[in-house]
């Protein structure tokens, strides 16, 4: 795929970047070789593939779900400066 420098700007604008225009077609060229790169790799046989959710082969370790201590709320709150119906106040910030 060959990108033009007027696409090259338009993504640059879209992505707020601000590119000396002497530098955009070197962006355009670079940027349409590593879309060469992956067409190509799209182009690659991955019938007999399957899908991974990760490159490497690892297992989750998952524990069992089971109820563990809870926080005691009110020895928490006693130290705030200021708390209603078991929830923290805080000073109303946009109006």
Do not use: C, W
Not at 34 to 51: E, K, N
Not at 61 to 77: G, K
Request: hydrophobic share 40%.
């Amino acid at each position: 795929m060959s990108l033009t420098t007027d696409d090259v700007r338009k993504v640059a604008h879209l992505a707020r970047l601000g590119l000396d225009d002497a530098a955009l077609e070197d962006y355009a060229r670079e940027l349409s070789s590593i879309l060469d790169v992956v067409d190509h790799l799209g182009q690659a046989d991955t019938t007999d593939v399957a899908p991974m959710s990760h490159p490497l082969d690892l297992a989750a370790r998952l524990r069992d779900d089971v109820p563990d201590a809870t926080i005691d709320r009110e020895a928490f709150q006693s130290v705030a400066p200021d708390t209603a119906n078991g929830v923290y106040r805080v000073p109303k910030v946009i109006e």
